[in-house]
């Protein structure tokens, strides 16, 4: 019997020691920091301000130096190469003979017909005399008259046949490298030697058609070379072509650069850059401040000590900054730095980088 009634008070016992066991293991999770209703930390991140700055938009691409004029001398007619009057590489003024070929026969036509434009010449004269008195018909008269304007004719054609047996400089320049030498039969069209007028030199890029409306006549631009390191040649643009190109969509711009050094030559390949735009009150962050989310760009910004995750538009981008053309005002601080850890309306303690540990 006494172990009888023993026995229930035990298990009475140990449920209640467990149950206020339970109520204290609840009562000390209620207690641990950080469970829902306590305040969470604020997050330790770096802060910069959006800041006003002169920027300059400018529009970078490639092309072509070429000569300001180039031309390949070649004969019109045939002949032999009597003499050669330059040197190679050397700078020759316009009108200056280049090549001179053999001119016996030409002058020997020229002298032919001379002679026989003075034959016709005076029997001209006789017959004006004699249709004047009515000895000699008026078909006679007419004949003479054009026989001395074809001998005329004649004679003019040869005379240029001679001219063109010195072939001159068309334009101030410098000689190439010639293709002949004296002696040589040469025939028309055969090429001679080139004549390049090195200054000013052309630059030949092409644009996207989005700067159609900057590009104008007259607008400076600056080109470096490979060839000459370290040094930037200024020129400006003289000329526009109106088609745009429906492949790629760009248009052809041409422009003049001095060279009066001659450092610059036709062929090479420079990079060009043009001013197509300036702000002087852009809006301006720095460049890691921006969090990209897909195809759109964010900002963290800290409005009274929480993050607000903000839509930006950028613009102009340059090393260390971007242009925000849209979502931000000036003196409104974006976090540079921590952005991995945060989350929007999360609280932060905002430091400056040189503040910062």
């Known amino acids: 019997m006494p172990l009888t009634w023993s026995l229930p008070r035990l298990l009475l016992g140990g449920t209640a020691l467990l149950l ?3 109520g204290c293991s609840r009562g000390d999770q209620s207690a641990t920091p950080g469970a829902p209703g306590t305040a969470r930390p604020a997050l330790p991140v ?3 301000q959006a ?3 002169h920027l300059t938009d400018r529009l970078r691409a ?3 130096l070429t000569a300001n004029e180039s031309v390949l001398i070649r004969p019109e007619i045939p002949g032999r190469v009597e ?3 330059f040197e190679e590489g050397q700078p020759v003024k316009a009108g200056e003979p280049l090549i001179t070929l053999d001119a016996a026969e030409y002058r020997a036509q020229v002298a032919q017909t001379e002679a026989t434009v003075t034959v016709n010449r005076l029997n001209f004269q006789r017959a004006l005399d004699l249709v004047k008195t009515n000895m000699l018909s008026q078909q006679d008269y007419d004949q003479a008259q054009a026989r001395l304007a074809e001998s005329r004719a004649l004679l003019q054609r040869h005379q240029v046949m001679l001219a063109k047996t010195v072939l001159r400089a068309p334009f101030d320049g410098v000689a190439g490298l010639r293709q002949v030498s004296p002696g040589a039969y040469v025939q028309p069209g055969q090429d001679l030697v080139n004549l390049e007028d090195l200054d000013p030199l052309k630059i030949e890029f092409r644009v996207p058609e989005r700067h159609a409306g900057a590009m104008t006549v007259g607008r400076a631009l600056m080109l470096r070379v490979d060839a000459v390191s370290g040094r930037e040649f200024s020129g400006e643009i003289y000329a526009i072509d109106p088609r745009l190109d429906a492949a790629t969509r760009t248009f052809a711009l041409r422009g003049r650069v001095p060279n009066s050094d001659g450092l610059l030559r036709p062929g090479m390949f420079a990079q060009v850059e043009l001013t197509v735009g300036e702000r002087p009150q852009a809006i301006v962050i720095p460049e890691q401040a921006i969090v990209p989310r897909g195809e759109k760009l964010y900002v963290f910004k800290v409005v009274d000590g929480r993050v607000v995750f903000t839509p930006v538009g ?4 340059l090393p ?3 242009e925000i053309v849209e979502g931000l005002g000036v003196g409104d601080t974006v976090v540079t730095e921590g952005q991995m ?3 929007d309306g999360m609280p932060v303690a905002a430091q400056a980088p040189e503040t910062a540990p």
């Open 314 to 317: 950028t613009g102009l981008r």
């Open 51 to 53: 800041r006003t700055e």
């Open 20 to 22: 206020v066991a339970v």
């Open 62 to 64: 490639v092309g072509t």
């Open 341 to 343: 850890k945060l989350r």
């Open 46 to 48: 770096l802060v910069a």
């Open 320 to 322: 260390g900054i971007v």
């Open 83 to 85: 003499r050669i009057h």
